[in-house]
């Protein structure tokens, strides 16, 4: 795996990841967008939120959202979602749902302090459905618990290709955190 090249550089090898773009949020913005970064050279993307910290009082949990070209950002009900849920005391949540996003994180608690790794595959491609997969860790619960999430997802993409992805703490801001967005050359 190759992490240290420069933004937007060419990677060494097939599998190689390359950094296309990173966001740094010291202030509240209402979203995080990625738009006119993907192409034919990859078709699987890493989208990683570090630090992740949201509004103190309304939000309900982080959410991603994808542009079908020529449009905006979809907040239809059009992102099928199952997952299972596992957290330390031991509660355990299988759930499937339709959404206006893929949730990658919920509000155990406010602010949302949260990481995660949300991949996607084939944005370009103009198929039916996109998939993903993200995972999640909301550390600093009141009862010292780390709460982690492991979920799965299609989104509808009307058989248009998909050209940008957001995050959005539904209900209100993110407040800080880094993210970055990288693509996986074809192997």
Do not use: C
């Not at 949201?54 to 020529?70: C, E, I, K, N, P």
């Not at 009900?77 to 355990?92: M, R």
């Not at 406010?110 to 993200?134: D, E, K, Q």
């Amino acid at each position: 795996m190759t992490l240290a090249l420069p933004i937007g550089s060419a990677a060494s090898s097939p599998g190689s990841m390359v950094k296309l773009s990173v966001i740094d949020i010291s202030a509240p913005v209402a979203s995080v967008d990625f738009t006119s970064l993907f192409s034919a050279t990859y078709q699987t993307y890493l989208l990683i939120g570090h630090g992740i910290v949201t509004d103190a009082t309304s939000v309900t949990g982080l959410v991603a959202r994808f542009r079908r070209q020529g449009s905006g950002f979809d907040s239809g009900s059009n992102y099928d979602k199952t997952g299972y849920h596992i957290n330390s005391v031991p509660a355990q949540t299988l759930f499937s749902t339709t959404t206006s996003g893929w949730n990658l994180a919920f509000n155990y608690e406010n602010p949302i302090v949260a990481n995660f790794v949300l991949w996607f595959f084939r944005p370009l491609s103009a198929a039916p459905f996109l998939s993903g997969h993200w995972v999640s860790d909301l550390p600093g619960s009141a009862a010292g618990v780390m709460r982690h999430l492991a979920a799965s997802g299609e989104y509808d993409t009307g058989s248009t290709a998909v050209d940008g992805v957001q995050v959005v703490a539904a209900g209100d801001n993110l407040e800080a955190g880094r993210f970055s967005l990288f693509g996986v050359e074809d192997v």
